[in-house]
């Protein structure tokens, strides 16, 4: 079974700094793995998208990248704002041959940016 | 891009009674979409995927006459969870992917949520 580990669970630092969100998954085949941002009572907005086949994707000041062999995924926040402050979420999902797979997440890493 | 609607936003419901959650998918079809739950300061759970024209598949623990799901048309599933209690209380959201094959480019795409309180 697909375990999802995020690490820290919480985190609070100064603006301006860059930060680095760390996830690691037990079982390496995966099909692609998903950065999201949950704001409290909010649903779930999608930040970057990884493919199994891929090293890393960039938007903006976000940089994901994805060591499938290891296991490990990092999310770099550059330049952080307080608008930044949210729980971030990480997911993989399976290859399944009947078709789409759901998401196992992480706990997520709730994330204070101090003004 | 993708938008999956999702309503109502909360909903408070006497003990006993069935509540209707509704996703639908805007701007493309979704022959899969997925429900998943989310306790207080916990990760989301997948409960089941809702496959058009077919049977929801249930996740071990998620009880299917409890958490009744129909996906009769290509944009729209729904969650009725029957004969609600207390401890049914938590935050419900459903998440779709464009494209539906294997091998899609996109993401999945999470509706806003649905807040259930149970009294």
């Known amino acids: 079974k697909q375990e999802v580990t995020q690490i820290p669970a919480a985190l609070s630092v100064p603006e301006g700094e860059n930060l680095v969100l760390n996830c690691s998954f037990t079982?390496?085949?995966?099909?692609?793995l998903q950065w999201f941002r949950q704001d409290p009572g909010k649903g779930l907005t999608s930040l970057l998208l990884?493919?199994?086949?891929?090293r890393e994707q960039t938007s903006g000041r976000l940089n994901a990248s994805l060591d499938k062999s290891s296991g490990r995924s990092t999310l770099y926040i550059a330049a952080s704002q307080p608008g930044d402050s949210a729980t971030y979420l990480c997911a993989v999902s399976m290859y399944s041959g009947g078709g789409a797979d759901g998401l196992t997440f992480g706990k997520g890493t709730h994330l204070i940016i101090q003004p | 891009g993708a938008v999956v609607s999702q309503h109502p936003s909360w909903v408070i419901c006497k003990s006993g009674t069935s509540v209707k959650i509704e996703c639908r998918s805007l701007?493309?079809?979704?022959?899969?979409m997925f429900w998943y739950r989310q306790f207080p300061k916990q990760s989301l759970m997948l409960m089941a995927t809702s496959n058009e024209g077919s049977k929801a598949t249930y996740e071990q623990g998620v009880e299917k006459d409890k958490f009744l799901i129909n996906h009769a048309s290509l944009t729209l599933s729904t969650l009725t969870v029957t004969s609600a209690h207390p401890e049914d209380s938590s935050f419900y959201i459903c998440?779709?992917?464009?494209?539906?094959?294997?091998?899609?480019?996109?993401?999945?795409?999470f509706g806003s949520g649905t807040r259930l309180t149970v009294v």
């Open positions: 079982d390496s085949a995966i099909y692609n």
């Open positions: 998440s779709a992917r464009a494209g539906g094959r294997i091998d899609s480019n996109y993401g999945y795409t």
């Open positions: 701007d493309f079809q979704a022959t899969t």
């Open positions: 990884i493919q199994s086949s891929q």
